[in-house]
Nanobody, 117 residues
Framework: QVQLEESGGGLVEAGGSLKLSCTAT??????????LAWYRQAPGKQRELVAS???????TYGDAVKGRFTISRTSAMTTTFLQMNSLKAEDTAVYYC?????????WGQGTQVTVSS
């Protein structure tokens, strides 16, 4: 059973920083993920891609976070981090970790990030 556990969310003032972490635990399963990603969903809005990183190290960012957020991962692709700087009120959302290998896709439970203006 694969589980993704997020941590690091919370309340921060606009202009501040937070760092999210997501660790995959496998149980008896072993899956070599190809892509790790962060998505977010604000109230009343669709879930959107924040950032993704591949096993090869290629990174993709959503337009709203480019230049402010940085995604990274461990070499074993078991943990991914999202460093969020210069946070804005519009970054307020539940942030979800995502891990994928082909058709196998896993989601974390989500961690709340609230930015006060």
């Amino acid at each position: 059973q694969v589980q993704l556990e997020e941590s690091g969310g919370g309340l921060v003032e606009a202009g501040g920083s937070l760092k999210l972490s997501c660790t995959a635990t496998y149980g008896i399963d072993t899956i070599n993920f190809n892509v790790l990603a962060w998505y977010r969903q604000a109230p009343g809005k669709q879930r959107e891609l924040v950032a993704s990183i591949t096993r090869g190290g290629s990174k993709t960012y959503g337009d709203a976070v480019k230049g402010r957020f940085t995604i990274s991962r461990t070499s074993a692709m078991t943990t991914t981090f999202l460093q969020m700087n210069s946070l804005k009120a519009e970054d307020t959302a539940v942030y979800y970790c995502n891990a994928a290998r082909g058709s196998l896709i896993y989601w974390g439970q989500g961690t709340q990030v609230t930015v006060s203006s």
